[in-house]
Structure formats: C-alpha cells, structure tokens
T-cell receptor, first 115, second 113 residues
Framework: NAGVTQTPKFQVLKTGQSMTLQCAQD?????MSWYRQDPGMGLRLIHY???????DQGEVPNGYNVSRSTTEDFPLRLLSAAPSQTSVYFC??????????????FGSGTQLSVL | AQSVTQLGSHVSVSEGALVLLRCNYS??????LFWYVQYPNQGLQLLLK??????LVKGINGFEAEFKKSETSFHLTKPSAHMSDAAEYFC???????????FGRGTSLIVHP
C-alpha cells in the first residue's frame, strides 16, 4: 500500500513552459485535491475532485488545469508556467463516506521552480 | 463559511518545556477540527482530530488538543517538548457538509536544547 504518490519530486521550468504534476493513490479514495504551499501562506487549495469525471476549483485555480479520468489518478497541469507558480505542490486524498471528519492523506510534495 | 487563525507564525521553546500552539476557528455550524504536522521535506500527516465525541482529544507523540466552543479555540499542547517535535504545525477546519478543509497558515515550532 503506497498511499499517495507524487512525481516528480523536483522540477525546474522556464517561463512559458508547460508540464504535468502527477498524483496517484491506491486507497480507492474518491476525494483528491491539489494544494500549493508558500511561506507564510499555509496551504491553499488549487483544484479538487470528488470522483472520476468530477472536478472543481479551489481558492487559487488560475493557471492550472486538472482532470479525473480514473479514481486513482489526479494530474495537475501548468499550461504556461509563470514565476508566481514557484511553490511546493501537495496532492492529498481522503475517503468521502464518513464526511468531513475523514483525515487527508498527503503525498510527499513536488518542489517547482519557474525561472 | 469557515476559517482558521493560527496565532504566531513561529513558537520557540526549550527542550522539556510546555508546548502551546494556538488555533481559533470560525464556523457557522459545528465543526470538525484537525491538527496536522509537517516534518522537513515531507508531506503533512494527521496529529489528531476533533469529531464531537470528546472535547479533549489525544493524538500521536504525546500531543493533545481541547475543543472550547465558547472560545472557538482548538489549541494544541504537549507537556514536554522534544527535539524531534521541531516541525510545522497546521490547524484545519471542515464543516457544513463540505468535503474541503480550510487550513491555517501554520506555526513553526522551534525546540532549543
């Protein structure tokens, strides 16, 4: 049982480049989400999904796209990277059956630098 | 609407001293509350959670938190700090039928020998 797996762990991009951050979980969790973590800002929600084929925007969605074709995978796409997207990105998942009191399982993060 | 305020971006204590990390929440309905810990270069992991079963919640590594409705608080405490407790701590709230927890900005705990 691997939990939540994120790849890559580190990435450097040039402004304007595109890339996809991968997230996979093997716990059959319906809810998956992407956060970015910046100093002094805590965790801010980018996008989330409550099941395959269903996605919605979080607090800071601009510049990011997501899709959810399977229960296991929830990739985050940067269409045209900007220096403001330099951050640490975390994927998290949880069960939905018990409601809000379910804990989130986090991946180990992707550190992204945009030059 | 829900929100979380963590007072103090950094808290510094000596090894063996009491740890107190403050969290106040805002929620229009009874909330679920969480404390997560993040060790350097790792993702977050759950320390403890409040789900209305008991106001004093015990978590891993000797941490506990008390839910005080009248003060809208959920402060995290540990009687005696250890060097290994040095980490970033996040308070989070979830309520109102939403799947989405709201996180505070985090408090960095520094433990001096």
């Amino acid at each position: 049982n691997a939990g939540v797996t994120q790849t890559p762990k580190f990435q450097v991009l040039k402004t304007g480049q595109s890339m996809t951050l991968q997230c996979a979980q093997d716990m059959n969790h319906e809810y998956m989400s992407w956060y970015r973590q910046d100093p002094g800002m805590g965790l801010r929600l980018i996008h989330y999904s409550v099941g395959a084929g269903i996605t919605d925007q979080g607090e800071v969605p601009n510049g990011y796209n997501v899709s959810r074709s399977t229960t296991e995978d929830f990739p985050l796409r940067l269409l045209s990277a900007a220096p403001s997207q330099t951050s640490v990105y975390f994927c998290a998942s949880r069960r939905t059956g018990q409601g809000e009191n379910e804990k989130l399982f986090f991946g180990s993060g992707t550190q992204l630098s945009v030059l | 609407a829900q929100s979380v305020t963590q007072l103090g971006s950094h808290v510094s204590v000596s090894e063996g001293a009491l740890v107190l990390l403050r969290c106040n929440y805002s929620s229009s309905v009874p909330p679920y509350l969480f404390w997560y810990v993040q060790y350097p270069n790792q993702g977050l992991q759950l320390l403890l959670k409040y789900t209305s079963a008991a106001t004093l919640v015990k978590g891993i590594n000797g941490f506990e938190a008390e839910f005080k409705k009248s003060e809208t608080s959920f402060h995290l405490t540990k009687p005696s700090a250890h060097m290994s407790d040095a980490a970033e701590y996040f308070c989070a709230v979830a309520s109102g039928g939403s799947y989405i927890p709201t996180f505070g900005r985090g408090t960095s705990l520094i433990v001096h020998p």
